[in-house]
């Protein structure tokens, strides 16, 4: 809904899968759904089944089909779909090369890229993607990379290759809070999550919720600024929302009080590469 109310955009949503009552939902609301099978699909299913590769979501692969769908623009907004825009904004001055993108977790760290926000140059991508299915499927038919998505992909394959986005437009909720950002990425712990952990209801131990924990525990001061400002900013966008993002501002002062936190952050600080590019 920000994307139109706030972004001033045409949201297009790409989907896998049979139609529901959310995409008929988003239909509604004005968002364009495009039915889209990922090209490798076939190939993930069998290395799956054979105890090689465990797609986190074949959601994310579909941002890799923009490309061969988009015919009309030579630029595109690819967003994930856990980002809040927080106002307009003019990128018409910003033609990458291949695409543009900004840190995966700290602003500073460009040693290796989070594809949740990218400026596609949507030809260029076109031009080199022979060479990337070719990467793709070697990974994959290797049996190595367990855990390899698209987002690994990318940053090796257009290593040195990509431009960089402002972080403004692939902001994070765990920095500092700043009235200057275009689009908020829900990066990490999502809203759900922060209400769990904050309500004593998270006891998950396997890695991602040990993450989760570690970046909430660095970051409780800037999480509470965010939903505190969102819980007013977005009233006029989605009023249900504004009063969820308000709960957790209240659950995180209250949990600010009650859990020791602490602001070490180096955990935060992936490198992929030797040197960023």
Known sequence: MSARAIGGLEPVLLYHGAPSSFTEWMQRHGVRVVPVRPRFLDMFTQAQA???FAPYSIGHWLRLEIPDIER???F???TDCDI???RGFDLSMLRPKVFAAAPEMLP???NYF???VMLLNVPAMRATYPALEEQIKQRILSGDMLRYDDQFALNEAYHGLWDHLDPLFNYKPYWPFTNHAAILHLHGPKPGNLEAMTSGQWHGEDHTSVFFGKIL???SRHYLDWCSWLGDFLQTVDFLEAIRFARRASLLTRYRREVPTHTD??????KMFAQAP
């Open 72 to 74: 009309e623009h030579d």
């Open 50 to 52: 054979a105890g090689t």
């Open 108 to 110: 500073e760290n460009w």
């Open 265 to 270: 952050s180096g955990f935060m600080n992936p």
């Open 76 to 78: 595109a907004l690819y």
């Open 217 to 219: 525990n660095a970051s």
């Open 114 to 116: 989070n594809s949740g």
């Open 84 to 86: 809040i825009f927080l």
